[in-house]
């Protein structure tokens, strides 16, 4: 959809790998060559031969090491030293060999809390021994690109500089802003864009969880259009110690993004996913829209399977927008080095 081909795919997870094969590769919509691999054990070299990019440059790399290690769910000094977190150095063996123009990686905040300070240092410092520039992360905001979800994420871009001599413009800028700001762009999108239209007859993505008697009646108390666990008047064991997981078995506000979708974004008990105003959690679908996926894109895998793929995406209107500066970037970088081999 950002009119960039891609050429090589690596991903373990089962379902997710049946996922794209089913929308991207058996459609014919992209040649890609995907490898359902662990990546610690797939080399870089290996996949070059196999797809073509040891005939060919690497314009854009894109990455997205597990994010749990670094979640803000894990307290304390919890995912310190977590192999998760090693991900991220792996990623840059395969920027080291593939030696894309740009890279560009995804995580969560947490990535930058003092605790996690040595893998990103340790990610700087690889990067600049290879000669590439690497701007400071920036966390950005889905709801900022036209994605109706309040989704906050990292993302650290690099460049290399044997062929690029300062960095592009990036990130792009925001092409949608606070209804209470003075701005001429148009608002965030709210989750109505979302539920206000039915799902197709055939989606077999149109899938919620199926709740008990009590949980039913429980949502049946909480106030449409935004109302909160609390309101319902159920309290749980674990809520009677402390004040925390307020947003968990809440109703989602229709009138404003949607909350970030996590890989549990169809179980109410896991956050804010309670449908605006019917009495059950979210629809795969419905999460899927909330990311930006065209309601052709079908998730394998079932309901939970379906949640966690949807979870771990960057959403695709927000991709679309990161990578549109990156493509006009590398079409001026090949034409420059066009120009200099003629003359």
């Not at 009677?240 to 949607?258: C, L």
């Amino acid at each position: 959809m950002a009119d960039i081909e891609v050429a090589a795919a690596v991903e373990m997870n089962e379902h997710a790998c049946k996922t794209y094969r089913r929308n991207l590769i058996d459609t014919g919509l992209t040649s890609t060559h995907l490898f359902d691999r662990d990546i610690t054990e797939l080399s870089p070299s290996e996949l070059m031969k196999k797809s073509g990019l040891d005939a060919k440059k690497c314009d854009i790399l894109l990455g997205g090491p597990p994010c749990q290690g670094f979640s803000a769910h894990r307290l304390s000094d919890a995912g310190v030293n977590d192999p998760r977190n090693a991900l991220l150095l792996r990623y840059f063996e395969y920027v080291r060999i593939l030696r894309p123009a740009f890279f560009l990686v995804e995580n969560v905040p947490g990535m930058l809390w003092p605790k996690h300070k040595s893998f990103v240092d340790a990610f700087y410092s690889l990067a600049k021994s290879a000669r590439y520039g690497v701007l400071d992360p920036v966390v950005i905001n889905a709801r900022d690109y036209g994605v109706p979800q309040n989704r906050r994420r990292v993302f650290i871009l690099g460049y290399d500089r044997r062929r690029i001599k300062e960095a592009p413009a990036w990130p792009p800028k925001p092409t949608h802003a606070d209804p209470g700001a003075e701005s001429a762009l148009p608002h965030w999108r709210p989750a109505s864009l979302v539920f206000d239209r039915p799902a197709l007859r055939s989606d077999p993505n149109d899938i919620h969880m199926m709740h008990g008697k009590e949980l039913v009646a429980t949502f049946a108390r909480t106030p449409a259009n935004g109302g909160s666990r609390k309101d319902s008047g159920r309290v749980l064991p674990c809520h009677e110690d402390h004040d925390g997981h307020r947003d968990v078995y809440g109703r989602i506000d229709p009138k404003a993004p949607a909350p970030t979708m996590t890989t549990a974004c169809i179980n109410p008990s896991k956050g804010r996913f309670v449908h605006p105003t019917k009495h059950h959690g979210i629809t795969l679908r419905q999460a899927a829209r909330i990311q930006s996926f065209p309601d052709w894109f079908i998730f394998e895998g079932g309901l939970m399977a379906g949640g966690v793929q949807v979870g771990n995406a960057v959403p695709v209107d927000l991709a679309r927008a990161l990578l549109a500066p990156l493509r006009k970037a590398v079409l001026s970088i090949r034409a420059a080095e066009e120009t200099a081999a003629a003359a």
